[in-house]
């Protein structure tokens, strides 16, 4: 009877892998063909684009005349300007406000609050009110910005039907606040979709022993609730953030008017590009625009990771 082999053995006697193998045994040259579909697209409409945004920020390129066949080199004095621009500072003030109100407290908040009440909900409401919240999401942005117009325009418009406040001019009076709104309304419903599955991961004995231990509302989102969805809390601020951010959907009802009350910086960015055929001056706000995305991107991976090493630490 032989003697048994030993797993070490059995290992040693396995051949060695090759090194140009990678983990799944594809083979370095057939894994490269697997993967460069996806390395082309990602070169071609990420890559490319930002090297060229790059590049026109450096120039005096323009969308007509000399300027537009024969670019010359300018190096910084794009970034100088824009940056020394009062309009420019005044988009970027109106895009914190839009950020803020839209994303970081309506739709978090809205979304939140919805998720919430519909927890429990079962049947046709549930089914109405997360269709109605989805349909606002999923609805082309021509189509809910024409929607919109027709809601507040000052003649015949709907809302001034329903309050009794004939000739009010809300798209002139209140820009940023009827973009805020509309906003929201309108991106609800990705926090909503969010927050019910991280609700689903509350364990429903703690939610017991909280109402049981006479915890008010308040008191079980705050010490029985956040601690389970502060993570997608997290994600939702990230990536609502940046969308509302870099959003130009706002352009289609207010055109940044009036008197660039409600120009934020995706429609300052047009405005400068198109509007004044300045796509040198277009291309400087657009990396700054990166920059501030980077970096908010840097923040919320910071504080990702804090939030990981923290049971270790504790423990």
Same mark, same amino acid.
């Given at each position: 009877?032989?003697?048994?082999?030993?797993?070490?053995?059995?290992?040693?006697?396995?051949?060695?892998?090759?090194?140009?193998?990678?983990? *799944?045994? @594809? /083979?370095?040259?057939?894994? %490269?063909?697997?993967?460069?579909?996806?390395?082309?697209? &990602?070169? !071609? $409409?990420? =890559?490319?684009?930002?090297?060229?945004?790059?590049?026109?920020?450096?120039?005096?390129?323009?969308?007509?005349?000399?300027?537009?066949?024969?670019?010359?080199?300018?190096?910084?004095?794009?970034?100088?300007?824009?940056?020394?621009?009062?309009?420019?500072?005044?988009?970027?003030?109106?895009?914190?406000?839009?950020?803020?109100?839209?994303?970081?407290?309506?739709?978090?908040?809205?979304?939140?609050?919805?998720?919430?009440?519909?927890?429990?909900?079962?049947?046709?409401?549930?089914?109405?009110?997360?269709?109605?919240?989805?349909?606002?999401?999923?609805?082309?942005?021509?189509?809910?910005?024409?929607?919109?117009?027709?809601?507040?325009?000052?003649?015949?418009?709907?809302?001034? *039907?329903? @309050? /009794?406040?004939?000739?009010? %001019?809300?798209?002139?009076?209140?820009?940023?606040?009827? &973009?805020? !709104? $509309?906003? =929201?309304?309108?991106?609800?419903?990705?926090?909503?979709?969010?927050?019910?599955?991280?609700?689903?991961?509350?364990?429903?004995?703690?939610?017991?022993?909280?109402?049981?231990?006479?915890?008010?509302?308040?008191?079980?989102?705050?010490?029985?609730?956040?601690?389970?969805?502060?993570?997608?809390?997290?994600?939702?601020?990230?990536?609502?953030?940046?969308?509302?951010?870099?959003?130009?959907?706002?352009?289609?009802?207010?055109?940044?008017?009036?008197?660039?009350?409600?120009?934020?910086?995706?429609?300052?960015?047009?405005?400068?590009?198109?509007?004044?055929?300045?796509?040198?001056?277009?291309?400087?706000?657009?990396?700054?625009?990166?920059?501030?995305?980077?970096?908010?991107?840097?923040?919320?991976?910071?504080?990702?990771? %804090?939030?990981?090493?923290?049971?270790?630490?504790?423990?």
């Amino acid at each position: 009877m032989a003697p048994p082999t030993s797993p070490r053995a059995d290992v040693a006697a396995e051949p060695a892998r090759s090194g140009a193998d990678d983990a *799944a045994g @594809l /083979g370095r040259a057939r894994a %490269a063909a697997f993967v460069a579909p996806a390395l082309v697209l &990602v070169a !071609v $409409f990420l =890559v490319f684009p930002a090297l060229w945004t790059l590049y026109l920020g450096t120039t005096d390129y323009r969308l007509t005349g000399v300027a537009a066949s024969e670019p010359r080199f300018v190096g910084t004095a794009n970034y100088r300007d824009v940056l020394g621009d009062g309009d420019f500072h005044r988009s970027l003030w109106l895009t914190a406000q839009f950020v803020i109100g839209s994303a970081v407290l309506g739709q978090t908040l809205l979304g939140f609050a919805v998720a919430w009440v519909m927890r429990d909900r079962s049947g046709p409401v549930r089914r109405l009110v997360e269709g109605l919240v989805l349909l606002a999401w999923i609805l082309p942005s021509s189509v809910i910005a024409f929607l919109w117009i027709a809601l507040l325009d000052r003649d015949g418009g709907t809302l001034n *039907a329903l @309050l /009794g406040t004939p000739g009010t %001019a809300w798209l002139l009076d209140h820009p940023m606040g009827c &973009v805020i !709104v $509309f906003n =929201v309304w309108h991106g609800t419903a990705f926090s909503m979709m969010l927050y019910g599955a991280a609700l689903g991961n509350v364990p429903p004995s703690h939610l017991e022993t909280a109402a049981l231990a006479g915890a008010s509302t308040l008191q079980t989102l705050r010490d029985v609730v956040y601690p389970h969805v502060r993570g997608h809390v997290l994600t939702s601020l990230l990536l609502v953030g940046l969308w509302t951010f870099n959003d130009f959907t706002p352009f289609l009802i207010t055109a940044g008017g009036p008197d660039g009350r409600s120009e934020i910086m995706s429609v300052y960015v047009y405005r400068t590009a198109l509007g004044d055929g300045r796509l040198g001056a277009g291309a400087a706000v657009s990396l700054i625009m990166i920059l501030i995305n980077l970096a908010v991107a840097l923040v919320y991976l910071r504080a990702l990771r %804090a939030r990981r090493a923290a049971p270790a630490g504790a423990s």
